[in-house]
């Protein structure tokens, strides 16, 4: 069982089963500076992953001062 994370064009497979703040982490990745998209929504790093489900990671990009 397995689900697929894809950061910048790159696919990355974890095993399903486990938080998505693990598998992110296990794929040599910071959680924190990511955002998760499922399906078109957004979803919470503590979300259990299950097999074949599919999850976007998105960069954060933060401003510098205005």
């Known amino acids: ?33 990511v955002l998760c998209v499922k399906d078109g929504e957004l979803v919470t790093d503590d979300t259990i992953l299950q097999d074949r489900d599919e999850i976007k990671l998105v960069a954060v990009i933060s401003g510098g001062r205005r």
């Open 1 to 33: 069982m397995s689900a697929k994370l894809t950061y910048r064009k790159t696919d990355y497979e974890v095993k399903a089963g486990s938080t998505l703040r693990h598998a992110i982490e296990s794929v040599g990745l910071e959680p924190d500076a």
